[in-house]
């Protein structure tokens, strides 16, 4: 088959692509990294991974399938950063979805759907390497069932997760670190590292797990 995995330029996905990438070619498949919709050609599998491009019916209409996998029990926890919210809200199971992309916000019909399964003590490096392979695993076993599996059509309230800006990263200096650890586990020290501020002074720290 004629596979794309098209994922953001910057995103933490690429590197897990690569796996993919490797995996797909080794079963016999045809496949093309690229990082905009308007690479796009005709084909028949887009896996969209860490997209965050607004992908129009036009673009859609170029493969046979366009897979996304999201990070929660759709039809609940659509949005942004659903492993995150997750983890901040105490949570070390997170459910993942398999699903076909439409015109629609997360709510195309289901084909497989996992669970990842974390210790509570991962950074975010940590967590993403495993939400990676476990994202590589579901999109070759999707692969491997192609045309034998269908879809179901998502059944339930559907709920949102909005999308978590720089400014979410604050801690609170009355807090302990025990009560405010799962908000440093989904920090980013590059790109919005954890903050507070005394008296109109803002401060920033850097976590790294040592051992």
Same mark, same amino acid.
């Given at each position: *088959?004629?596979?794309?995995?098209?994922?953001?330029k910057?995103?933490? *996905?690429n590197k897990?692509?690569? &796996?993919? @990438?490797q995996?797909?070619?080794?079963?016999?498949? +045809?496949?093309?990294?690229?990082h !905009?919709k308007?690479?796009?050609?005709?084909? #028949?599998?887009?896996?969209?991974? !860490?997209c965050f @491009?607004? /992908? $129009?019916?036009?673009?859609?209409?170029?493969?046979?399938?366009?897979?996304?996998?999201?990070?929660? +029990?759709?039809p609940?926890?659509? $949005?942004? !950063?659903?492993?995150?919210?997750?983890?901040?809200?105490?949570? =070390?199971?997170?459910?993942?979805?398999?699903?076909?992309?439409? =015109?629609s916000?997360d709510?195309?019909?289901?084909?497989?759907?996992?669970? %990842?399964?974390?210790?509570?003590?991962?950074?975010? =490096? @940590?967590?993403q390497?495993?939400?990676?392979?476990? &994202?590589?695993? *579901?999109?070759i =076993?999707? /692969?491997?069932?192609? $045309?034998l599996i269908?879809g179901?059509?998502?059944?339930?309230?559907? !709920?949102?997760?909005?999308?978590?800006?720089?400014? #979410?990263s604050?801690?609170?200096v009355d807090?302990? &670190?025990?009560e405010?650890?799962? %908000?440093l586990?989904?920090? +980013?020290?590059?790109?919005?590292p954890?903050?507070?501020?005394?008296e109109n002074?803002?401060y920033? %720290?850097? /976590?790294?797990?040592v051992n």
């Amino acid at each position: *088959m004629k596979i794309t995995i098209l994922t953001d330029k910057t995103s933490w *996905m690429n590197k897990y692509n690569i &796996i993919l @990438e490797q995996q797909l070619k080794k079963l016999g498949h +045809d496949v093309k990294l690229i990082h !905009s919709k308007n690479e796009l050609g005709s084909g #028949d599998i887009t896996f969209f991974l !860490s997209c965050f @491009e607004i /992908i $129009g019916e036009n673009f859609l209409k170029l493969n046979k399938n366009n897979i996304v996998v999201h990070a929660s +029990d759709l039809p609940h926890g659509k $949005g942004w !950063s659903p492993t995150s919210w997750q983890i901040l809200d105490g949570k =070390n199971d997170i459910p993942l979805t398999l699903f076909e992309a439409t =015109n629609s916000v997360d709510a195309g019909d289901w084909y497989i759907k996992d669970t %990842l399964h974390l210790n509570g003590y991962e950074l975010i =490096n @940590e967590w993403q390497e495993k939400l990676g392979l476990k &994202i590589v695993e *579901m999109c070759i =076993n999707y /692969i491997e069932q192609y $045309g034998l599996i269908k879809g179901k059509q998502q059944i339930g309230e559907e !709920s949102f997760y909005k999308r978590r800006k720089p400014e #979410d990263s604050e801690l609170n200096v009355d807090k302990t &670190i025990r009560e405010q650890f799962n %908000l440093l586990r989904i920090v +980013d020290n590059e790109k919005y590292p954890a903050f507070f501020e005394i008296e109109n002074n803002k401060y920033t %720290l850097e /976590i790294k797990h040592v051992n």
